[in-house]
């Protein structure tokens, strides 16, 4: 079993919806999480940090609940330039050095 | 401009002849790290430095070598690529911040590998 899963989707969404996915994590002794943004097989960029408190920035807002293992990922107000793929990862669990990714969501925006 | 270099970007070779891909960073980060992403599977972690002279395996590191004798320097070496090795790579690089895990991962372009 993968430590970092996810839905692969795609998700369509109409532009001006929100759309929202999570991640699940198994090892419940990851200590930062992440979501990066990949457009199609290019490098993988940070979109956010995930805080135990929650973050927002802009239109997209992260969750982290460590009770049932995952995070979450919520984009409103969706724009075309949303579509991408959308990875977590989670890191510092055995070894801070060690940092899992999820296969990634794909989102697909649609006018 | 801060960046991840990688080379080759891209590279068909056959089983068992030796390649590198480099992988240079120019923003004096202590931590590397190589990936493979292959469809389906999502980026799976090779080898990681947390330093000069500092490497440990990361999920899948048979069949590569890393070495880290400069801070921006961290070479991938596949000693006898074989077919299964064929996969896109990423080199990544971030700074040690105080605390566990935390700092922005800034990854390479790619490099994209296909052993025949």
């Known amino acids: 079993r993968k430590e970092v899963e996810q839905d692969p989707g795609p998700f369509n969404v109409p532009e001006g919806a929100t759309v929202a996915f999570n991640c699940t994590y198994s090892n419940s002794a990851s200590q930062s999480f992440f979501w990066y943004r990949q457009d199609c097989r290019k490098e993988p960029k940070l979109l956010m940090s995930?805080?135990?408190s929650g973050n927002e920035d802009g239109r997209f807002t992260a969750q982290l609940n460590r009770a049932s293992q995952y995070i979450s990922l919520l984009i409103r107000d969706s724009k075309l330039s949303d579509s991408a793929t959308y990875l977590c990862a989670g890191g510092g669990a055995d070894s801070w050095g060690k940092f899992q990714f999820g296969a990634g969501t794909q989102v697909v925006v649609t006018p | 401009e801060a960046q991840v270099t990688q080379n080759p970007r891209y590279l068909i070779t056959v089983t068992g002849k030796k390649l590198t891909v480099t992988c240079s960073q120019n923003?004096?980060?202590?931590?590397m790290s190589w990936y493979r992403q292959d469809p389906g599977l999502g980026l799976r972690q090779i080898y990681y430095s947390m330093n000069v002279e500092v490497t440990d395996k990361g999920d899948v590191p048979e069949g590569y070598k890393v070495s880290r004798k400069e801070k921006r320097n961290f070479p991938l070496i596949l000693e006898s690529p074989s077919p299964n090795q064929t996969s896109l790579y990423f080199c990544?690089?971030?700074?040690?911040?105080?605390?566990?895990?935390?700092?922005?991962?800034?990854f390479g372009e790619g490099s994209r590998l296909t052993v025949l």
């Open positions: 923003m004096n980060h202590e931590y």
């Open positions: 990544a690089s971030k700074r040690v911040a105080l605390g566990l895990g935390t700092g922005e991962l800034f």
């Open positions: 995930v805080y135990s």
